[in-house]
């Protein structure tokens, strides 16, 4: 089992930031994916922005230009970088894992609301 640990949400206004980290309990260097995706309610879960082993990144276009993913391999930690949020961006945020030889974990959310 892998167990990821996600924190960073929070109230922001429109137009403020936040940042969000994702703590995983095993290596993420040679991970096949790893990344945060969304979900509103009353809505699927969506991909925000991801990472390949091969460094790929990812970006929805709805948070492109706005967001950054980016990771520390030493702490085995995952971020996501919020610029610019906007009130649809509401929704909780979940850390995802996928190594191909163990496969797809996933944290519990962390709630990122955006409201004046």
């Known amino acids: 089992q892998v167990q990821l640990v996600e924190s960073g949400g929070g109230l922001v206004q429109p137009g403020g930031s936040l940042r969000l980290s994702c703590a995983a309990s095993?290596?993420?260097?040679?991970?096949?994916?790893m990344g945060w995706y969304r979900q509103a309610p009353g809505k699927q879960r969506e991909l925000v922005a991801s990472?390949?082993?091969?460094?790929?990144?990812n970006y929805s276009d709805s948070v492109k230009d706005r967001f950054t993913i980016s990771r520390s391999n030493a702490k085995n930690t995952v971020y996501l970088q919020m610029n610019s949020l906007k009130p649809e961006d509401t929704a909780v945020y979940y850390c995802?894992?996928?190594?191909?030889?163990?496969?797809?974990?996933w944290g519990q959310g962390t709630q990122v609301t955006v409201s004046s």
């Open positions: 995802n894992y996928y190594d191909v030889r163990i496969g797809q974990y």
């Open positions: 990472f390949t082993s091969g460094s790929t990144i």
């Open positions: 095993r290596s993420i260097f040679s991970i096949s994916r």
